[in-house]
């Protein structure tokens, strides 16, 4: 914590009405460095971070509701004697060469599957990571954002006002890059003092695991019927209407790619399952409805009323079927009624589960994925011996310390609700 306290800090006036509140950091340590955007400076910061010693922090800032996709429009490092670095990944695309030089290095993030695949996109991966958040969630932690794990491990408070700005404008705001700087300037303080926590609790191996398991998980695959996860659409009660939804769905997406605009900026979800209620016939019909009267919306109103009558004289058979097929168990919600025995093997396993998670202090989550669970209370192996549930739930991605600490209980849950 010395380091962090070395930065620049303001305590807030006594009148602000918040006594005794953690002092905020306000400017980098070192001073705010320039960004990186060109291969000269990207070459000196390779060298720098080379020579240094130690964790490196890194941090990644998107543009997340405002442009297509999740890439990166910021990459932020700190490491100690090489200090802090921001590097414009739109001018330098190609961040291998800094891979490369750091290649063993442990790399600490915070809530890394957020940042680990815009990193790889520019050729930035880690082969040893710390997460800080993944470390807070372990440690039992009821708040695990970076600025409240700072304030609560390190003593201090950052300020989070540029969280959800647009990152890729050009030029960036000093404050914003100071915002981002800031961010790096804790994170090797925040790892370690969370690592002599993992220690005392007994918990630094699981910890390990979990990382090594973060850092391994391959990309996420691509939904097959990714426009069934338009918000509102349980209130969408026919096939035709379905089907408008999809193929709205499916023109604002494409829309959104070629213009490079975060879809929901396009058109809302809620536009989309209304129209998909009101098929409606002509323009002036659709522009009645409020979300198609914003300017973007409306731009492209002849696209969106073809859609709608596309579907209109779709053949039924083209029609989407109410349910995507899965390769999971059903909703539990339904579970009672097509099998009760599995509905009872649900019920024991999690009972399970959420004691032993209260046991060591973390969200049962954490302790075992909820989709392991399910997977196994509805279709148990044909032994429920431990050696058979520890296969089982391998075979579902679960680690060893997990399997550890829960497969003799789960076990025995399963035989107790007739799984046997």
Not at 190 to 217: M, P, Q, S, V, Y
Request: aromatic residues 4%; hydrophobic residues 40%.
């Amino acid at each position: 914590m010395a380091n962090v306290l070395d930065s620049t800090t303001d305590t807030p006036e006594p009148d602000d009405g918040r006594p005794g509140e953690a002092p905020l950091l306000r400017a980098p340590r070192e001073g705010l460095p320039p960004v990186v955007t060109d291969a000269a400076g990207l070459a000196s910061t390779v060298g720098a971070f080379s020579a240094g010693s130690g964790p490196v922090a890194v941090d990644a800032e998107r543009a997340s509701g405002y442009r297509y996709g999740q890439r990166a429009y910021l990459v932020q490092l700190r490491r100690s004697g090489a200090g802090s670095a921001l590097i414009d990944p739109v001018a330098c695309p190609d961040l291998s060469g800094l891979s490369d030089a750091l290649s063993g290095a442990e790399m600490v993030l915070h809530a890394a599957h957020q940042d680990l695949p815009c990193l790889s996109e520019l050729g930035f991966r880690p082969s040893s990571l710390f997460d800080t958040e993944l470390a807070g969630r372990l440690l039992g932690y009821q708040r695990v954002g970076l600025g409240s794990m700072v304030e609560g491990v390190l003593g201090m408070r950052l300020a989070k006002e540029h969280s959800a700005v647009d990152w890729s404008t050009r030029p960036l705001p000093e404050d914003w890059l100071t915002y981002a700087a800031l961010d790096v300037e804790v994170l090797v303080d925040l790892r370690d003092a969370l690592e002599d926590e993992l220690k005392a609790a007994g918990k630094l191996e699981w910890a390990a695991e979990e990382f090594a398991a973060e850092l391994a998980a391959p990309p996420k695959e691509p939904r097959p019927d990714p426009w069934r996860r338009t918000s509102g659409i349980h209130r969408v009660r026919n096939q035709r209407a379905l089907g408008v939804v999809r193929e709205l769905w499916l023109e604002r997406d494409r829309i959104a790619r070629e213009r490079d605009v975060s879809p929901g900026r396009v058109l809302p979800d809620a536009a989309i399952v209304e129209a998909a209620t009101a098929m409606p016939r002509t323009p002036q019909e659709l522009t009645a409805i409020r979300q198609f009267g914003v300017r973007m919306a409306r731009r492209y109103v002849p696209q969106w009323i073809k859609a709608v009558n596309r579907v209109r004289d779709m053949a039924q058979s083209d029609l989407p079927r109410p349910a995507a097929p899965g390769d999971g168990p059903p909703p539990t919600n339904r579970w009672a009624d097509r099998d009760p025995a599995a509905a009872r093997r649900l019920e024991a396993s999690r009972a399970l589960v959420s004691q032993v998670a209260e046991e060591v202090n973390m969200p049962a989550e954490n302790l075992l994925q909820p989709d392991a669970v399910r997977r196994l209370a509805w279709t148990p192996p044909e032994s429920t011996e431990p050696e058979a549930v520890r296969e089982r739930l391998r075979g579902y991605g679960a680690r060893e310390w997990q399997l550890g600490l829960t497969s003799e209980g789960l076990a025995e849950a399963l035989r107790s609700a007739g799984g046997d």
